[in-house]
């Protein structure tokens, strides 16, 4: 867990970019202007200690806004790491970020760090898209889910009760609206 402790090298790098991690359902911003690590300030905070660091690195989604680049950069793990979840998520939270840091909706997000070489390690990394267009696809596929839902409500109701589609009215009304 060393290698994820400030390193004379990092200072100013640290410095300049804004931290955040999502932990229990929140959104929490590191102090601004601070040389800390996230392993650093999750220990200030005490959130971890020596025998649950690697548990809480893994699990807990964490990230950068870095100005210089205009971007969000979301991860999780001792490696920097992204999955699925961490994509999922990092649509989730960047609206809330946006408006926690008083960033615009032309923030890039990627996942993975903001450099694929950290410390001679090389880390994989993707680009989402903008602030932006990563609400607005999140906002279209929960749409899209709402509207399937209302649908296999509609289609239930229906075989329940063995009424034809057209009696159901407003419920199909409003199926339809969403489609």
Same mark, same amino acid.
């Given at each position: 867990?060393?290698?994820?402790?400030?390193?004379?090298?990092?200072? &100013?790098?640290? $410095?300049?970019?804004?931290?955040?991690? #999502? =932990?229990n359902?929140? +959104?929490?911003?590191?102090?601004?202007?601070?040389?800390m690590s996230?392993?650093?300030?999750?220990?200030?905070?005490?959130?971890i200690?020596? &025998?649950?660091? $690697?548990?809480f690195?893994?699990?807990? #989604? =964490?990230?950068?806004? +870095?100005p210089?680049?205009?971007?969000?950069?979301?991860?999780?793990?001792?490696?920097?790491f992204f999955?699925?979840?961490?994509v999922?998520?990092?649509?989730r939270w960047?609206?809330e970020?946006?408006s926690?840091l008083?960033?615009?909706?032309?923030?890039?997000?990627?996942v993975?760090?903001?450099?694929?070489?950290?410390?001679?390690?090389?880390?994989?990394?993707?680009?989402?898209?903008?602030?932006?267009?990563?609400?607005?696809?999140?906002?279209?596929?929960?749409?899209s889910?709402?509207?399937?839902?209302?649908?296999?409500?509609?289609?239930?109701?229906?075989?329940t009760?063995?009424?034809?589609?057209?009696?159901?009215?407003?419920?199909?009304?409003?199926?339809?609206?969403?489609?």
């Open positions: 867990m060393d290698d994820l402790r400030t390193q004379s090298g990092d200072v &100013d790098f640290h $410095r300049a970019r804004r931290m955040f991690c #999502i =932990r359902g929140k +959104l929490t911003v590191a102090p601004e202007g601070t040389a996230h392993l650093e300030w999750f220990e200030a905070e005490g959130w200690t020596k &025998d649950n660091a $690697r548990e690195m893994d699990s807990t #989604i =964490r990230g950068i806004f +870095l210089t680049r205009h971007a969000l950069f979301f991860y999780t793990g001792v490696g920097f999955d699925a979840t961490v999922k998520e990092a649509s960047a609206e970020i946006m926690a008083a960033l615009d909706q032309h923030v890039e997000v990627y993975g760090p903001p450099d694929a070489v950290i410390h001679g390690t090389e880390y994989r990394q993707e680009r989402l898209g903008t602030i932006e267009s990563v609400t607005a696809d999140r906002r279209t596929t929960q749409s889910g709402r509207a399937s839902r209302a649908a296999d409500r509609a289609r239930s109701t229906d075989e009760h063995h009424r034809p589609l057209a009696e159901l009215g407003e419920e199909v009304s409003w199926t339809r609206t969403l489609i």
